[in-house]
């Protein structure tokens, strides 16, 4: 869902996505998904009856929509690559963007820190505003993810701590530090310290002489972040046993394949199964 503000918030179901990168992550996912799915159409000989894409409001859209009764009259194969071919699409962009997030802005960043995505919602990360690449924990200097983790296995839940970031601010690297109260890890057994920092990330400060074009490189690295991260989850969710997704109609024809008489049954269970998980996914966590 996008976000109001240009910061990312998570919580229980939900992450809210800074405007502009949902809009934008939203406007290559249709493209890709759909636009596999019409290629994978037409080499399996299928008549494309309708394609098209636009704007509702600002949310871009696109779709492609096969002769559905020329569809069922092909072979097996044929009908899964269209049915899987959006995910595919997604899962392919999704491996690119994490390449360039891993590999592409390497150039930009000398010193090294930990950086991170989002706010757990409700936890001493977003409560202290925490801004920046992580340097240090009680004075204690933090160069990478293990480091940061390793630190904070030293605190304890409920103990006051000081952590310093650095961010880039007017063209300089300015140093901040953030009094946090530790809490315990939601849902875990464990005695660890917790902040409720997400999408956590080895990362590095960018080189001065790059301090100018911060803006536009800290967008873009951010946009792939997205990129990758939103067409991963929508390729899975596309991939569940649930009609009238794609992974709904792969499951149906293998259940054909295995019995027609009880395929219909066969793909109501499943479906209703993957229906309660998803759902007790949401409301245990509320309740425990």
């Known amino acids: 869902m996008p976000s109001p503000t240009a910061t990312t918030v998570a919580g229980p179901g939900f992450l809210a996505v ?6 934008i992550a939203i406007g290559f ?19 494309i009856k309708s394609l098209g894409w636009g704007l509702l409001a600002v949310i ?17 194969m044929t009908q899964q690559r269209v049915f899987a071919a959006g995910s ?9 963007a994490l390449l360039v997030v891993s590999y592409g802005f390497l150039w930009a960043y000398g010193e090294e820190g930990v950086g991170f995505h989002a706010f757990a919602k409700g936890q001493p990360a977003e409560q202290a505003n925490l801004t920046g690449v992580i340097t240090s924990v009680d004075g204690q200097r933090v160069e990478n993810r293990l480091a940061l983790g390793q630190e904070l296995e030293k605190i304890s839940p409920g103990q006051e701590i000081t952590i310093t970031t650095k961010l880039v601010e007017n063209n300089k690297v ?15 057994t464990s005695n660890k310290a917790y902040i409720g920092i997400l999408g956590v990330r080895d990362a590095k400060l960018m080189k001065e002489d790059l301090l100018p074009f911060s803006g536009p490189i800290t967008f873009f690295e951010g946009l792939f972040f997205f990129l ?40 109501h269970g499943i479906a209703w199964i993957t229906f309660i998980l998803i759902i007790a996914n949401f409301v ?5």
Do not use: C
Request: hydrophobic share 50%.
């Open 18 to 23: 800074p405007f502009w990168y949902w809009i």
């Open 29 to 47: 996912l249709v493209v890709v998904h759909e636009g596999l799915h019409g290629v994978m159409t037409v080499i399996g000989k299928v008549k």
């Open 60 to 76: 871009p859209l696109a779709f492609v929509e096969p002769d559905e009764k020329a569809l069922q009259k092909k072979n097996f």
């Open 88 to 96: 595919l699409a997604n899962f392919i962009l999704a491996g690119i």
């Open 174 to 188: 300015i140093e901040k530090s953030y009094q946090l109260k530790t809490v315990a890890e939601p849902n875990s």
């Open 228 to 267: 990758f991260l939103i067409n991963l989850g929508v390729g899975l969710a596309n991939m569940l046993p649930l009609k009238p997704l794609d992974g709904g109609r792969m499951w149906e024809l293998v259940f054909q394949k295995v019995s027609k008489k009880h395929s219909k049954t066969l793909t």
């Open 284 to 288: 245990i966590p509320q309740i425990i």
